[in-house]
């Protein structure tokens, strides 16, 4: 019987006829479960190739580069982190919960958005350029996309971005560094615990 690595890759193996679209979808699959799992430092091309069931040159020659895959398995599109700028809209009373629950949502969810952030995550610890994504990505697609009232309501726009800080130490610590107590509690029980913080640093009462 096929060991579980070598049943994914050949659940993952392109087949012979199939065309350039379908080859770089696998392609990119395997990136992105690669680079969740091993980061950017950790994931090889051989490996990625290994995974997809391709040949390593079939992946430089669609992609170029392991930076360039890269690049392309963290093109998340607009939308990625816009449910995180959504939750500020609602009562203030619940600010904290919606922020809090919005955000593990999208790193705990979906794994097409989830593995991407996850690879993003461990990539950025040790890569300049995954760093200045990662800054980016809560930039621009949460803090620069909520309303003009909030963003110039006095320090709200500082105590945002500490927030959205302290949930990604909270990501960290439950996804990469794996500490007991993040990773024992499921989502709702994190939030009853966190959501305070976020409400207090957001400077709305409950």
């Not at 060991?3 to 199939?18: G, H, I, K, Y």
């Amino acid at each position: 019987m096929a060991s579980d690595s070598a049943a994914t890759a050949l659940a993952r193996r392109p087949a012979r006829s199939a065309g350039p679209a379908a080859t770089r979808a696998v392609i990119l699959d395997a990136a992105r479960a690669r680079f969740a799992t091993d980061g950017f430092a950790g994931s090889t091309i051989r490996k990625i190739a290994a995974d997809a069931g391709v040949d390593a040159s079939l992946v430089m020659q669609y992609f170029g580069s392991k930076d360039e895959l890269f690049a392309r398995v963290m093109d998340l599109g607009p939308n990625t982190m816009s449910r995180v700028a959504s939750a500020f809209e609602g009562p203030d009373e619940s600010l904290g919960e919606r922020v809090t629950r919005a955000f593990l949502e999208v790193w705990d969810g979906d794994p097409q958005v989830s593995e991407p952030l996850r690879a993003l995550l461990r990539a950025a610890i040790g890569n300049a350029q995954a760093t200045v994504h990662l800054r980016e990505l809560i930039q621009k697609r949460v803090i620069d996309d909520l309303s003009p009232r909030l963003r110039e309501s006095g320090d709200m726009t500082t105590r945002i971005e500490i927030a959205c800080s302290l949930l990604v130490g909270i990501i960290v610590g439950r996804q990469l560094v794996e500490i007991e107590a993040l990773t024992r509690l499921d989502r709702d029980e994190l939030v009853a615990y966190i959501a305070p913080s976020i409400q207090a640093i957001l400077g709305v009462r409950h």
